[in-house]
């Protein structure tokens, strides 16, 4: 059985997002922005520092940027993806040409948003994304008698 979709305060009271991003200045900006709504944001500098955060914590979604100290942000994706991690990723970025967000989309970023961008758009597209990954799941799913509710993990 599926729920409702849910409310900005429902979504954003729950939330907890990972953000990938070095230019620290940024960073605390925008994690002061989300916490002003109720969104606890996480910040890792570095791949190696989100691939530990992920390890003991898990995410509703992640902000990830593509040039980093360690590496590029898509090869954490392309991880994330190969390992069948879910998780939404907005990808955000100083790169907006074209080819780099088809590129990012096409290695499985459910988003993408440039650099300089409004807050209250950051904060809308994530709503949306947890919203998105919540309802689907919510549904159930059947076979034969058994019921499987994946939001529960109860069966």
Known sequence: MASGPLAPEETTAQMRILMVEDARDLAEGVIAHLARSGIVCDLAPTIEAAEDARAVQRYDAILLDINLPDGSGLSL??????????TPV??????????????????????????????????????????????????????????????????
């Open 77 to 86: 994706l392309r991880a994330l993806r190969a390992s069948a991690d879910r």
């Open 90 to 155: 907005l990808m955000l970025t100083a790169l907006s040409a074209v080819d780099d967000r088809v590129e990012a989309l096409d290695q499985g970023a459910d988003d993408y948003l440039s650099k300089p961008f409004d807050q209250r758009e950051l904060e809308a597209r994530l709503r949306a994304l947890v919203r998105r990954e919540a309802d689907r799941k919510a549904e159930q799913i059947a076979l034969g008698p058994l019921l499987y509710a994946p939001k529960d993990r109860s069966a």
